[in-house]
């Protein structure tokens, strides 16, 4: 059973519709990231989430985004109203902090058409 | 250039061959990590290097870091058919946030 599962594996959605893509960490964790990955390109941070709130975001990470942990073992990341360039792989993953690797989920394809 | 940058962008080998990719990267680091990605899958994490070592090993894998250079090199020993993948370097500089900046990878191919 993967440490990190995250739902749908794929979304196809109509631009200006709304997205909640879901993560679920199971077991002990500090830290929380969401990811993307446009096809071909490198992997790029959005958003770091510790102690229930964003600790960081990047620049991609606009009013568009937001994240959440509605019942304290989901973590989802809603976009409220997609662009044609939102379409891309996105990835959840946790971190136990220190000197340890991070755990990626196997990621949303998300094609916004 | 971005941080974290590999070379080269795409490398064939032949199986049983030894594979080595490069990262460089611009600014302090608190560790390196490595990843695969095997075609539209998730993350793997393959290995992590602190900024005071300097090298480091793990079953195939050998990870090499030269903080005064600014780059690592990854070594994938005895190459299989199954090692096909993209490999990603990743650098974590803010000790505590944490946050990963991964390179543009490079695209392994193992010919059996």
């Known amino acids: 059973e993967p440490e990190v599962t995250q739902t749908p594996s794929h979304q196809v959605t109509q631009m200006g519709q709304e997205v909640i893509l879901r993560c679920v960490p199971i077991?002990?964790?500090?830290?929380f990231y969401w990811y993307r990955q446009i096809l071909g390109q490198k992997v790029e941070f959005l958003v770091s989430?510790?102690?229930?709130?964003?600790?960081?975001k990047s620049e991609i990470f606009d009013d568009q985004f937001s994240v959440e942990r509605p019942d304290g073992s989901n973590f989802t990341l809603k976009i409220r109203s997609t662009k044609l360039e939102d379409s891309a792989m996105y990835f959840c993953?946790?971190?136990?902090?220190?000197?340890?690797?991070?755990?990626f989920g196997s990621g949303t394809r998300l094609t916004v058409v | 250039s971005q941080q974290g940058e590999e070379d080269p962008q795409a490398l064939s080998i032949q199986e049983g061959e030894n594979a080595t990719m490069n990262c460089s990267y611009k600014?302090?680091?608190?560790?390196l990590q490595w990843y695969r990605q095997n075609s539209g899958r998730g993350l793997v994490h393959l290995i992590l290097?602190?900024?005071?070592?300097r090298e480091k090993h793990s079953g195939r894998l050998r990870v090499t870091l030269d903080t005064s250079k600014k780059s690592s090199s990854l070594l994938i020993t005895a190459s299989r058919a199954a090692d096909t993948a993209s490999y990603f370097c990743?650098?974590?500089?803010?000790?505590?946030?944490?946050?990963?900046?991964f390179g543009t990878g490079t695209r392994l191919t193992i010919i059996p």
């Open positions: 993953a946790r971190h136990l902090g220190g000197a340890y690797g991070y755990t």
């Open positions: 077991s002990n964790h500090l830290y």
């Open positions: 989430f510790y102690n229930n709130e964003i600790s960081e």
């Open positions: 600014t302090s680091i608190n560790n």
């Open positions: 290097i602190r900024s005071n070592e």
């Open positions: 990743a650098t974590d500089v803010n000790f505590g946030n944490e946050k990963l900046t």
